[in-house]
């Protein structure tokens, strides 16, 4: 029931927040604090073991199933908090955005879809609120309705729909070799047809990670949390996309966590560290290069994506010993959700002052808004990966597992410990860039309007004391939420882990040189304006993605004329020959001078004659069709 | 029995009492095609749910030396039960519609004929019997393709009879060969050609399949369809989404389950590359009607590929991909209905049948636009609409038949969808809200709204609840699995 209240709890918000007409409450900021009150209380004891589930027993092909684990509840707690925050930003931001109730509709709609993926307790119930999701999140990126935000909308519907139907058949697929149902939170699935499984395995991957962002499959995403009203944005890059993290980890439970991998499946672990370390370097490569805040930050959204991906796939690939990887990934997941939607907001409250998000027109903005700084500062500190806040904390546990699977040996693993140290100097660079473009430099020339409500730092603050508490304390997360999740998902139990994780010299020497070289590597890419270079852009994917598309309308096309084409020659031919038989009929009632002999015209001597022959062959060849007998019978 | 003949007689008596009443006297028309339609809606639900509780209707008499026969069975059912009640809907759509037009008298005298010959195709019980319906269905839609009476109406009239003519005689030819061969037509639960053998029951087949795949529009026989368009609305949507392409897709089925068989099916060659032909039309047809700019002709062509999904459904022989097949009559007519009943309303309000400048039109028809992009979401097998459950049975049955690949089309074919309307919903809403005009009120309006909401509504339902609609596609595939 408690589930069910979940879900249902925003739909009832958004019922009244539709016939509330004197707005005399804040009926959304009230639904978000008692959805946040009752999932911290109600999802409690799922952490000291044991699930919560609730099926609706509708008759029929399809009963919605619910259930909690501590996965779930990690991602619930999450959502809450985020959505609260957001609630409190929100009313004071889109005043200036325009359609604020539509907006704040369409918020509580999402909301309940998001609670909906991460209770759902079969992979059905799954894909019906992920589409839900899909669906109701496309208004915030086309809130704007300019064409800018059209396209982006196209590109975001567009990838979710192939997404959202990828999964369909991988749930088909699944249950052709697996059996139905498929509970999600009850450990792995064993194949029937381990073909047909690896297939569905794949096609979730795909389904998921375009939600998630993986490359190559994040095109759309820069476009979309960038052109989103900001607190759409950071709903978009602080929780939806962990969706398809979320999607990715369920993905790892049926293949199996906490166990090597069998020879159907394992290519899995290594596809999907390969494919995060590839989302790292693309995203952060292209952050660098953003002159536009918003854009930047959703670039970055893709990199810190790739963490989390990396870390699935090493927990993966590690077997019984990758605990650390998939808790790692569980952690960044909270702490990115933190950090990156703080910085949304900021860039938001920017925003309404200036009417700007471009960085290299902002500039100097420390004075007016020193809270506003202050608290982007710690989130930048946060994704940099200081120590002392959050970002430090799950990018520790992240790179010891990065680090234990490369004590193997494997040379490509190396390779990708190396890669994940360079990722972070590119973090630290770019978002001292956006620091530095922002509110240090020299002051801006833009109008900038007076600070006009603390609400808006409010939100942010409540986002920046999480982090400071789990920044300060690293090892609580992991043990107190962390460890049940990774044990309830398969994993043997796990030791707890020790603050020496974090606090020893090898890794504070590792990011402190980290954070110094990047700090370098944004004022050398400030100073030679390397971070104004414009890729060509047969380089970009979107470039890329242009050219296909353009070969496929044209297959498409061509296809189709060809088709209409035989069609038409068909078609001819057969009013060609109805002409002969009528002819040959007319030539029968009234003979031609030459043919007056025998009645018989040539043309309708030869067409007879083929039937008779197609009549003397069919007989031959089916001696059961005796046309005779037919006839005879009649 | 009297509730299966009440059913087929309202919609005659309704037409005669229609041609009987003065041109001019619009509300007693009204009152009497209501009375009909609704009569016809009640009595049919009575007969259906008669026959899904397991109840054997049968009605046989002799008449010019052949026997016929009425007997329906749970296909026949389900069927007459989307039948009747989307005429329903039709006919207050019509209302408003048709309100002010001319020739009414014809326009509802034909539309209550055709809806009894349809309940007559449903409910046939023989070969014979459902030969005779299906001509007459030909017959009695001509008037109502031809409405307009201009010279692109006649031409297409004129297509269309050809084309069901010729589909007709390959059948007559196939039903007697049929009867030649087992000396009896009727439709029980032993397939007719059941113990039959010989590669020439390839050809019968063949013979079957191309005379009941022009009204269903198999690829290349569809080309009747796109032209048809010239007809009202109410019709395009009642006729030629739903009622006449689903008598051929209707015919096809009982072929395929109660003419040879299950059994007999798998052991023929060409039953192997049915599902392939069906194929190719699912994907061939939306590729095409992606690339049309006349609104009702891209909805002509995606009927052609639609179609197919429901013949893909029943050709895998496979219980699922029959429950799918179902699934597939039920959501897809609801969806296709509420679409071309939106571009009924786009075009009568806003004047514009073109695809291409129907930009911003969504700020003025704003519920209208909302039911189009339900229905189009519907249309690419998304999850809270019924499709997917159609579309996921289908698969299921396409994988569960050992080919993979026929999953693969139907996902192909989703995302082909996707292009085809999603655009056509976003572009809708381009520009700003300010200085449109609403028009959406009027009580002519009204009567196309409700209707187009109310069906929108239930495909929501259906696909946030299949197990509405699941007892009745389990009676059908029960009865013959």
């Known amino acids: ?634 | 029995m009297i509730n299966l003949i009440l059913a087929l007689l309202s919609g005659v008596v309704g037409a005669l009492l229609t041609a009987l009443i003065p041109a001019k006297n619009d509300r007693l028309r009204t009152t009497v095609v209501f009375a009909a339609l609704a009569s016809a809606l009640i009595f049919s639900w009575r007969t259906a749910l008669l026959v899904f509780a397991g109840a054997e209707l049968e009605l046989t008499f002799g008449l010019a030396g052949l026997t016929w026969r009425l007997a329906p069975d749970p296909l026949g059912a389900m069927f007459v039960l989307i039948a009747s009640t989307l005429w329903l809907v039709a006919g207050l759509y019509s209302a408003g519609y048709m309100a002010g037009k001319r020739n009414l008298k014809s326009y509802y005298s034909f539309f209550l004929l055709a809806n009894s010959i349809t309940l007559g195709v449903a409910c046939a019980g023989n070969l014979v019997a459902l030969y005779l319906f299906y001509e007459l269905l030909t017959l009695s839609t001509y008037p109502l393709v031809i409405h307009e009476r201009s010279a692109e109406a006649v031409k297409a009239g004129a297509k269309y009879i050809i084309y069901s003519l010729s589909g007709a005689g390959a059948l007559l030819a196939a039903i007697v060969i049929t009867h030649a061969l087992t000396g009896h037509s009727d439709f029980t639960s032993v397939p007719v050609l059941a113990g039959q053998t010989g590669k020439g029951l390839n050809w019968l087949l063949a013979l079957f399949i191309a005379g009941f795949g022009v009204k269903a529009a198999i690829m290349p026989l569809h080309r009747w369809l796109p032209e048809a368009m010239v007809a009202p609305t109410p019709i395009s949507a009642l006729l030629h989404a739903v009622a006449v392409v689903y008598s051929g897709v209707y015919g096809i089925i009982r072929v395929v389950y109660t003419v040879f068989g299950p059994e007999l099916m798998s052991s023929l060659t060409f039953a192997k590359a049915l599902p392939w032909i069906a194929s190719f039309t699912i994907l061939v047809g939306v590729m095409i009607a992606t690339r049309q700019d006349v609104l009702k002709k891209r909805l002509a062509y995606h009927t052609i590929s639609q179609l197919s999904y429901i013949l893909l459904g029943a050709f895998t022989l496979q219980p699922l991909g029959l429950s799918g097949a179902m699934l597939h009559m039920i959501s897809y007519s609801l969806l296709k209905v509420t679409l071309f009943f939106c571009a009924g309303i786009i075009a009568e309000q806003t004047g514009e049948t073109v695809v291409s400048r129907m930009g911003g039109v969504g700020w003025s028809l704003p519920k209208t636009m909302a039911a189009f992009g339900v229905a189009s979401l519907g249309m690419v097998g998304m999850l809270p609409l019924n499709t997917f459950w159609s579309k996921y049975y289908l698969m299921r049955g396409g994988v569960a038949s050992g080919s993979w690949p026929l999953a693969l089309v139907l996902i192909t074919s989703g995302i082909i969808n996707a292009v085809c309307f999603i655009p056509t919903v976003v572009a809708a809403f381009k520009g700003e809200s300010q200085g449109r005009v609403h028009l959406e009120s009027g009580s002519s309006v009204s009567l196309m709204l409700v209707p187009t909401v109310l069906l929108a509504g239930i495909s929501l339902l259906i696909g946030l609840w299949p197990g509405l609609v699941w007892d009745g596609v389990q009676a059908v595939v029960n009865s013959f699995f």
Not at chain 1, 387 to 402: E, F, I, M, R
Not at chain 1, 451 to 456: A, I, M, T, V
Not at chain 1, 558 to 567: D, E, N, R, V, W
Not at chain 1, 575 to 596: H, I, T
């Open chain 1, 1 to 634: 029931m408690l589930l069910l209240l979940l879900v249902l709890l925003p739909l009832v918000g958004a019922l009244a927040l539709l016939f509330d007409k004197k707005r005399a409450w804040n009926i959304p900021l009230l639904t978000c604090s008692l959805v946040l009150a009752l999932a911290i209380f109600g999802l409690k004891p799922v952490f000291g073991g044991g699930t919560i589930s609730y099926t609706l027993n509708l008759p029929g092909p399809f009963a919605p199933v619910l259930q909690a684990d501590p996965l779930t509840a990690i991602f619930v707690i999450l959502a809450a908090l985020l959505w609260f925050a957001v609630a409190i930003y929100a009313p004071k931001y889109m005043v200036h955005e325009g359609k604020v109730k539509f907006f704040e509709l369409v918020t509580l709609l999402t909301y309940s879809a998001v609670l909906g993926v991460f209770l759902a307790g079969d992979l059905v119930t799954m894909l019906l609120f992920f589409e839900l999701m899909t669906i109701t999140s496309f208004f915030w990126v086309v809130h704007r309705w300019n064409r800018e935000a059209i396209r982006a909308g196209y590109f975001y519907l567009f990838f979710s729909i192939i997404g959202g139907l990828l999964i369909a058949l991988a749930i088909v697929f699944l249950g052709a070799s697996a059996g139905l149902p498929l509970p999600l939170g009850a450990g792995r699935l064993t194949p029937s047809n381990p073909t047909l499984f690896a297939w569905a395995i794949g096609l979730l991957l795909a389904g998921f990670g375009i939600k998630g962002g993986m490359a190559p499959l994040h095109v759309w995403l820069p476009h979309a949390h960038s052109n989103a009203p900001t607190p759409g944005s950071a709903l978009l890059s602080g929780l939806l996309i962990k969706v398809g993290a979320y999607g990715l980890i369920r993905v790892g439970e049926l293949a199996g966590w906490g166990i090597t991998l069998g020879a159907g499946t394992a290519w899995l672990s290594t596809t999907i560290t390969l494919l995060g370390v590839l989302t790292m370097l693309i995203g952060v490569a292209a952050a660098l290069l953003q002159g536009d805040g918003k854009r930047l930050l959703a670039y970055h959204s893709v990199s810190q994506m790739g963490y989390i991906i990396l870390g699935i796939g090493v927990g993966l690939y590690l077997g019984p010993d990758g605990g650390l990887g998939l808790v790692g990934s569980v952690y960044h997941i909270v702490n990115h959700a933190l950090f990156k939607a703080t910085l949304f907001l900021g860039v938001g409250v920017i925003y309404i002052h200036t009417k700007e998000t471009d960085l290299y027109k902002l500039g100097g903005l420390w004075r007016r808004f020193p809270v506003t700084a202050a608290l982007m500062f710690l989130a930048a500190l946060g994704i940099a990966g200081a120590p002392g806040l959050n970002g430090y904390a799950s990018k520790t546990v992240l790179h010891h597992a990065v680090s234990a699977a490369a004590a193997s040996g494997e040379t490509w693993l190396i390779w990708v410990e190396r890669l994940f140290n360079l990722v972070g100097i590119g973090t630290a660079a770019s978002f001292a860039k956006l620091f530095y473009l922002i509110f240090l430099g020299k002051p801006t020339e833009l109008e900038v309007a007076e600070n006009e409500s603390p609400r808006l730092q409010i939100a942010m603050g409540v986002l920046a004391a999480v982090m400071l508490t789990i920044g300060l304390a690293p090892q609580l997360f992991p043990n107190v939420l962390g460890l049940p999740a990774a044990e309830s998902l398969g994993f043997a139990k796990l030791e707890p882990i020790p603050g020496s994780l974090f606090w020893n010299f090898t890794d504070l020497k590792g990011i402190a040189i980290t954070l110094a070289l990047g700090i370098g590597v944004c004022w050398a890419g400030l100073k030679s304006g390397a971070f104004h270079w414009h890729p060509p852009l047969w380089l970009s994917l979107e470039g890329l993605g242009g050219k296909v598309y353009l070969a496929v309308a044209f297959l498409w096309t061509k296809g189709i004329a060809l088709y209409h084409s035989l069609t038409k020659g068909l078609g001819r031919a057969g009013r060609f020959l109805a002409g002969k038989v009528s002819a040959a009929y007319s030539d029968l009632v009234n003979p031609k001078d030459g043919a007056a002999l025998t009645g018989i015209s040539a043309t309708a001597a030869l067409l007879i004659l083929t039937l008779l022959a197609l009549i003397a062959w069919y007989t031959m060849i089916n001696p059961v069709f005796n046309v005779v007998k037919i006839v005879l019978q009649w």
